[in-house]
């Protein structure tokens, strides 16, 4: 039993690993002025902000090509894809979103990342969002 515990436990490393790394990049362009986002849904907090006709690299899009996993700069985060101009779809892979993982791969320091374990149930029926942090006191 202990043995294929250890072994889903490494495939299950290996494919957030695997899901991370990016596999098939594509460039695009922001078509308007958008929000980047720390995930596929407006409720999720901005990262950044992209005027129009900023070049991102992009890793991959949810199923139905709604929201779509970006970079720009140091940034890394979600745009609607209607933001998104000469996308190659067939280079695009289909990606799926799991909030810590990726929370942790590049939010980090961030100031809204305390509040990861709050998006742990998002895309449930009776999920909720997380209160945004507290103002930070500056002296």
């Known amino acids: 039993m202990k043995g294929s515990l250890r072994y889903v436990t490494a495939a299950a490393i ?9 596999a098939a990049v594509a460039q695009a362009f922001i078509n308007r002025s958008v929000n980047m986002r720390a ?4 409720v999720f ?3 950044t902000w992209l005027p129009a006709n900023t070049p991102v690299r992009v890793f991959g899009c949810t199923s139905g090509w ?3 996993d970006v970079a720009s700069g140091r940034n890394r985060g979600w745009v609607h894809a209607s933001y998104l101009s000469n996308m190659p779809r067939q280079r695009t892979p289909i990606v799926t979103f799991v909030p810590g993982p ?6 980090r320091g961030r100031p809204w990342y305390p509040t990861a374990p709050g998006w742990a ?5 009776s999920w909720r969002p997380p209160p945004p942090p507290p103002p930070r ?3």
């Not at 149930?121 to 029926?125: E, I, T, V």
């Open 45 to 47: 907090p901005v990262v």
């Open 137 to 139: 006191v500056r002296w």
């Open 14 to 22: 290996a494919g957030v690993l695997l899901a991370a790394a990016p």
């Open 121 to 125: 149930g998002w895309g449930q029926p």
């Open 102 to 107: 990726y929370w942790d791969l590049h939010y």
């Open 39 to 42: 995930g596929p849904d407006r």
């Open 66 to 68: 709604r929201w779509c």
